[in-house]
Nanobody, 115 residues
Framework: QVQLVESGGGLVQAGGSLRLSCAAS????????MGWYRQAPGKQRELVAA???????NYADSVKGRFTIFRDGAKNTVYLQMNSLKPEDTAVYYC?????????WGQGTQVTVSS
């Protein structure tokens, strides 16, 4: 089993910044990558950013140039630096970990951007 613990969400004004963290623990093996998804009220969960073990990254078009994903392999922690936040970034953000044989989700952290 793998446990994912997220932190760093909160309320911020438009144009502000937040950094999300996700620490993974447990039986971490055959790791393919980690990432962040988000789900706004009434909408489907969507990929925000992902990073592979080879540090290749992928971003949603809506966050390119504003968000940066990076990881600390020694700590099995992935971060999402969010700059120039917009009200449309408001959502619950979920950490995701992909292994060859299983996927895991964090409990979610609320990000609210006020206009």
């Amino acid at each position: 089993q793998v446990q994912l613990v997220e932190s760093g969400g909160g309320l911020v004004q438009a144009g502000g910044s937040l950094r999300l963290s996700c620490a993974a623990s447990g039986s971490i093996f055959s790791l393919n990558g980690m990432g962040w998804y988000r789900q706004a009220p009434g909408k489907q969960r969507e990929l925000v950013a992902a990073i592979t073990t080879g540090i290749s990254t992928n971003y949603a078009d809506s966050v390119k140039g504003r968000f940066t994903i990076f990881r600390d392999g020694a700590k099995n922690t992935v971060y999402l630096q969010m700059n120039s936040l917009k009200p449309e970034d408001t959502a619950v953000y979920y950490c995701h970990l992909a292994q060859t044989v299983a996927h895991y989700w964090g409990q979610g952290t609320q990000v609210t951007v006020s206009s």
